[in-house]
């Protein structure tokens, strides 16, 4: 199934389906999550037994404010479909079930959304850092996050980020 | 130190262990000369590429995605340009799409001539690492010529290309598909019958299809494997359905098989890159026309270096008004892309590439995800090792090629 057959198909389970450009986006609450990729998993027409990928973003003026993305895929199918969930700013950091279980890919590529972004994943066997040091402070890929901004150790040079040079 | 037969020892191999294919480290609990458990740590090549996209125009993110994966950029510019794309709703013109190809297929060539040279050097034929290298040089010197510089090239760009095809790019293209498949016989004549190399890879590192698929690996480990997955043919982008070619396969799973299936790809890229030349035969724009999308500026490959042909200088400075201020601001301000979320995934030498792109309707990024396919199959390592030699180690790690600079971005 492509694109608008989908969407149609995937409307009757999940209302908020959107198509753009030729992908297919659903939008279910956090708490719905896991068992929203189970029915996506389980479905033989649907059969998205790959997870692809999991990233996020962060809209600080919205509510809520961080977006998961999660980028199935069915290999028997060659289709595509991604589930998105929003997280609310309270409380910090936010929580959502990890799906390390299901997807085994999933055990970095969360680990990657915790380092950059802050969201717990409640479950995931091993929820460390994985980019960034250990020590590091923040969650880099957070808007409120600077992108430099810091000291350099070359006589105390400091070197702006570049939107705030004034280019 | 170990006074009972059950303890085990604790080794760090790398950050910096020449066969760890740049800065990998891996935490390896051996029970003597066997892996009992391994924890890979990576990290050390992250530079923020994500996070820098967000601060520059959409045309300039084509600068930093070419730098994540270096062993192949222009999957990086094709998979980032082609999002972008898809949000704009344009296409760029056919010659463009074209060229595309050709130099995706020549850098996979040249990409998996470098995995072929390295882990001939780790496994201990250290012949084959000259010879990859030596034919390695041959693309990285097409690469020179046609778009200035030897990797990091952003030479695709949004809309097209920087710049067309210098003259002599297509004799020069067509006397490597000459030499190649003789050198890609040499390669199989050192190697294929090779006692000692299909010692250290022949039933190394073996995982089953479906280990594979729920830890996410793609490209030739998955093909070596016995699924024929390639979004080439799966999900074809930037014309790869027009173009004849076949998705090489193994069953057997092994560091063997996944060897053969690069050699085997190698030749189906010739054979891409020799209908990607016929093609080229017809004249055309290499950027779409739209004057407030286009890049403004032409390049040239000059004695020393790319750099503004100078015809355009003198169109901007001389004659026309209008294009001077088109000029900078396109150069400055960029392009508005509308307000949208795509994934686009390519085939990069590595496998799934994939490009999360999101716009909030302004000149800049909101967000760019790479899904870098290093990432996603250097999980497998330590289901591949269990068990094993800690020698199998370089092996197993080696064939799944990854390049630290896309695991890490």
Request: contains cysteine.
């Amino acid at each position: 199934m492509k694109g608008t057959d989908l969407a149609a198909r995937l409307r009757n389970r999940f209302p908020d389906t959107q198509e753009f450009r030729g992908e297919v986006t659903v939008t279910v609450q956090p708490h719905d999550l896991t068992e929203a990729l189970s029915y996506l998993r389980d479905e033989p027409d649907l059969s998205f037994r790959f997870l692809s990928d999991v990233t996020a973003s962060d809209w600080p003026e919205l509510v809520p404010r961080f977006w998961l993305a999660y980028h199935l895929l069915s290999i028997e199918h060659t289709h595509r479909v991604r589930v998105k969930t929003g997280l609310p700013p309270d409380p910090d950091p936010p929580h959502v079930a990890s799906v390390v279980g299901a997807y085994p890919t999933a055990d970095w590529i969360e680990r990657e959304v915790f380092d950059f972004f802050g969201v717990v994943f409640d479950g995931h066997p091993d929820l460390r850092r994985i980019e960034m040091p250990e020590g590091w402070v923040g969650h880099p890929l957070r808007k409120d996050h600077p992108l430099s901004g810091v000291n350099t150790q070359y006589k105390g040079a400091f070197i702006p980020p570049p939107d705030q040079r004034g280019l | 130190m170990a006074s009972t037969a059950q303890e085990t020892m604790i080794i760090n191999m790398g950050p910096q262990h020449p066969s760890t294919h740049g800065v990998l480290r891996l935490v390896l609990e051996l029970d003597g000369e066997y892996v009992v458990s391994c924890r890979p740590v990576i990290g050390y090549l992250h530079t923020g590429i994500e996070k820098n996209t967000e601060y520059r125009t959409w045309q300039q993110g084509v600068t930093f995605v070419t730098r994540a994966d270096y062993l192949s950029p222009f999957f990086n510019e094709l998979g980032y340009c082609l999002a972008v794309e898809r949000l704009l709703g344009i296409e760029a013109p056919p010659r463009a799409q074209i060229i595309r190809v050709m130099v995706c297929e020549l850098n996979r060539i040249a990409s998996h001539l470098l995995w072929l040279a390295t882990t001939g050097l780790e496994l201990g034929a250290i012949s084959i690492m000259l010879y990859g290298w030596r034919e390695r040089e041959e693309i990285l010197r097409i690469f020179e010529m046609v778009t200035g510089l030897r990797m990091n090239h952003a030479y695709i760009r949004v809309g097209g290309l920087s710049m067309d095809l210098p003259d002599g790019a297509i004799d020069k293209v067509w006397d490597f598909l000459e030499l190649m498949p003789g050198r890609i016989a040499e390669y199989e004549e050192l190697l294929t019958d090779n006692p000692i190399w299909r010692q250290r890879t022949v039933g190394i590192g073996v995982m089953s299809t479906e280990d594979l698929l729920a830890l996410g690996v793609t490209g030739p480990v998955l093909r070596a494997s016995g699924l024929a997955r390639d979004l080439r043919k799966d999900e074809p982008y930037a014309g790869y359905e027009t173009y004849r070619f076949t998705v090489p396969t193994r069953t057997e799973s092994d560091c063997f098989a996944r060897y053969q299936v690069r050699l085997e790809e190698m030749h189906q890229s010739l054979g891409i890159v020799a209908q990607c030349l016929e093609r080229l035969e017809e004249p055309g724009p290499v950027m779409i026309e739209d004057p407030k999308l286009r890049w403004p500026a032409h390049l040239e490959v000059g004695p020393d270096g790319i750099g503004n042909s100078m015809g355009y200088v003198k169109h901007i400075m001389e004659d026309s008004m209008e294009a001077l201020i088109n000029h900078f601001k396109i150069v400055t301000q960029g392009f508005k892309v509308p307000a949208g979320e795509v994934y686009q995934p390519v085939e990069s030498p590595r496998g799934e590439l994939g490009y999360y792109v999101v716009s909030n309707g302004t000149n800049r990024p909101y967000r760019v995800h790479i899904r870098g396919p290093s990432f996603v199959n250097l999980q497998a390592v330590p289901a591949m090792i269990r068990g094993g030699l800690v020698a199998d180690v370089i092996a197993s790690v080696a064939s799944l090629d990854p390049v630290m600079g896309d695991a890490d971005r």
